[in-house]
């Protein structure tokens, strides 16, 4: 458990990092045989790349470094529960375990709005996802997401003004 918890607390580092650099605070590290191998952190404002998610960069770091697109023997630690996007490219590489502190249903209650299932949607669908932990140190990740995302405006009603 104490590795556990030293490699889910590297990644809200990184989500702090990503925040202080004006990107959303979100963070992962890829570990293989009780190593961390591969950092991430969300870069999506900082290189205007809408995919530069922390979980996407550093799978598609880690694979092109070590030529695979086998990570049936990594773990990878995120402070946030992947989106869609993110959980994708871990089923096409065959992650072998995703452990994410804060669930989506969080950041809904932090920021508003509504974002589904989000990695359930592709796990429950496919025959290659890997096993996941939810909510692992789930307050401190909460806690990230709290410091840096705000509440969204409610929206204007629809409707024709006049």
Known sequence: MADEERFMREALLLARHAAARGNDP??????????????????????SDPSCHAELGLIRAYCMEQDTLDLSDCTLYASCEPCLMCAACMVRVRLGRLVFSACAADCEAIAGGSEGDRCRWIFDRSPRAPKVVEGFLRAEGVDVLRTYLRPRPEAPAAGISG
């Open 26 to 47: 979100y963070g992962a590290v890829l570990v293989r045989d009780g190593a961390i191998v591969g950092r991430g952190e969300n870069r999506v404002r900082s290189l």
